[in-house]
């Protein structure tokens, strides 16, 4: 993969995980303040993985292609 084509990616994956992240912690931070911290990054790492990779970077390929072609 060539760099160009990794910093795209890299930005792409941002895009979703950092607001993805920033939702989850907001709705469920209170309720995982209790659990050790290992337990957090479990939890919060096998819920957005799966969206990130199944919803959230699909859609965004499709706004990009999307904003792209206009």
Do not use: C, E
Not at 2 to 10: E, G, N, P, Q, R
Not at 46 to 53: A, G, Y
């Amino acid at each position: 993969m060539k760099t160009k084509a990794k910093l795209i990616l890299s930005l792409k994956i941002w895009m979703v995980i950092y607001p993805s992240i920033t939702l989850f912690l907001f709705v469920f931070g209170n309720q995982l303040a209790t659990v050790p911290l290992y337990q957090r990054t479990f939890i919060l790492t096998i819920s957005l993985v799966p969206w990130m990779m199944f919803v959230g970077l699909p859609f965004i390929d499709y706004l990009l292609h999307r904003f792209l072609k206009k």
